[in-house]
């Protein structure tokens, strides 16, 4: 049974890995695949084990409490996420992302090659970089009609999203999940992967900004600073509220010691608060007027914004994190963790009675290039158990998150980049992914100098 559960997982993996050339959302293999592992299971009565990480052992357990134990560490995962797109959603109501036009103050290529590397890098660790991207590149076509410069700016607004997002607890679904998960700290996630993300970005926007195509100014239909009609009087306000309650998140774990998602519930609940009263309508959460295509016309914010939830999105972290849950049931993952320290050559530390390679860690970070990263570190969850803050998490939240931008369809940001600006896959292979791939082998080596010489000495 256990070959034919990995035959199943590895069909579905491949079904998500192309879901464009099947023409299939990824999050139908995902719940299919799901459901029947875990129909296997059930119908053949195999046993189930819970990691004991304390004792790096596997302890029998049955399947009623192991599903629901799984079950709760999903639930978890995906009310923060649908609390933090929510909040997002708010924002984008007022047009509050508007804002950072008023800060674009020059034509030179190379300063606004930084300015959106910087930005994003930024913005992302705050948001998330799937709406980082969709934001600035956005911004970007507004203020520059060249096409082909264009390409240059979104490949460079992929690598500093995703390296943003790397060092956030609440920047990527990835370091979400290492957060919640109890692998790693807000402070200690920052102060380990801060500087090796600030490498894996400079070094691509700096090479980026010696070309050719980046000398000069750009050439402008219309003025930086002009301001839609459109736009919300309370955008400005709404977003750095809304922005300031998701940071306040880890701050709420902290003082309450509550589960990440409580936190994200009370930001949800309070910038909802602002948004009913700036609106200056009637709450009304099931009340929509369908015949308008304004989004303003719907009677509450909350409601528009709760509309505009990526629920397939959802419903694929669904899938994916309860399928690899049962290799984790069933011990693969456990194993196989252990077979692949012991066949690949130690170039890590030994850490918390753990010894995991860093070449390990870095073929999860060239994976995460080819296949969804969160799956990965899904999976690394279940096979390693190395304990709260132990470094191979905070190495691997880097690695899953940066390493996914070595190819346009390797991370929920390179995707979306692809499908706004109509960026050819092999373009990217060609332009960008070197330039991503020394980004990322920067920051890694950034990471382990670190870890060997500084933070451990």
Not at 17 to 35: F, G
Not at 106 to 130: C, E, H, M, Q, V
Not at 299 to 325: D, K, N, T, Y
Request: hydrophobic letters at 55%; charged letters at 15%; glycine letters at 8%.
């Amino acid at each position: 049974m256990e070959t034919i559960i990995i035959i199943l997982f590895v069909l579905g993996y491949l079904a998500i890995a192309i879901e464009h050339s099947l023409k299939i959302d990824k999050l139908i293999p995902a719940l299919l695949m799901m459901a029947a592992l875990w129909a296997i299971v059930s119908t053949t009565h195999m046993d189930v084990y819970e990691v004991n990480a304390a004792i790096k052992e596997l302890e029998p357990t049955d399947l009623h409490n192991i599903l629901v134990h799984h079950l709760g560490k999903t639930a978890e995962i995906l009310i923060f996420l649908m609390g933090a797109m929510a909040i997002i959603e708010i924002i984008d109501f007022f047009d509050g992302f508007g804002t950072f036009k008023k800060y674009v103050r020059t034509k030179n290529k190379r300063k606004l090659l930084w300015f959106f590397s910087f930005l994003a890098f930024l913005l992302s660790a705050i948001i998330d970089n799937l709406t980082t991207t969709i934001v600035l590149i956005t911004i970007v076509q507004k203020i520059i009609k060249d096409r082909q410069l264009r390409l240059w700016f979104a490949g460079i607004v992929v690598i500093a999203a995703n390296a943003g997002g790397a060092w956030s607890p609440i920047g990527d679904v990835t370091t979400t999940m290492l957060w919640i998960g109890n692998k790693v700290t807000t402070l200690a996630l920052v102060q380990q992967v801060l500087l090796p993300s600030i490498a894996c970005v400079a070094i691509p926007t700096f090479l980026t900004s010696r070309l050719s195509n980046f000398k000069g100014e750009i050439e402008q239909e219309q003025e930086l600073n002009e301001v839609p009609s459109n736009t919300s009087k309370y955008g400005s306000i709404m977003l750095y509220l809304g922005l300031g309650f998701i940071i306040f998140v880890p701050i709420f774990k902290t003082l309450t010691h509550l589960p990440p998602y409580l936190g994200m519930m009370f930001s949800l609940s309070m910038t909802a608060i602002f948004a009913e009263i700036f609106s200056r309508r009637k709450f009304a959460l099931t009340t929509l007027d369908e015949n308008s295509n304004n989004p303003t016309s719907y009677h509450s914010p909350l409601s528009h914004s709760l509309g505009r939830i990526e629920m397939p999105s959802i419903l694929f972290f669904l899938g994916i994190l309860m399928a690899v849950a049962a290799l984790e049931s069933l011990g693969m993952l456990f194993h196989f963790a252990e077979a692949l320290n012991n066949s690949i050559p130690l170039l890590g530390t030994e850490s918390g009675g753990e010894k995991i390679s860093d070449l390990v860690v870095i073929i999860l970070g060239f994976a995460s290039a080819v296949i969804d990263n969160v799956p990965l570190v899904a999976a690394s969850m279940g096979m390693f158990s190395a304990g709260l803050d132990d470094s191979v998490w905070h190495f691997i939240a880097y690695s899953a998150g940066t390493g996914g931008s070595m190819l346009i369809i390797g991370s929920a940001a390179g995707v979306v980049a692809m499908g706004m600006e109509k960026i050819d896959f092999l373009w990217y292979l060609k332009k960008i992914a070197w330039l991503a791939m020394l980004g990322f082998l920067s920051g890694s080596i950034v990471f382990i100098l670190m870890r060997n010489f500084v933070l451990n000495s």
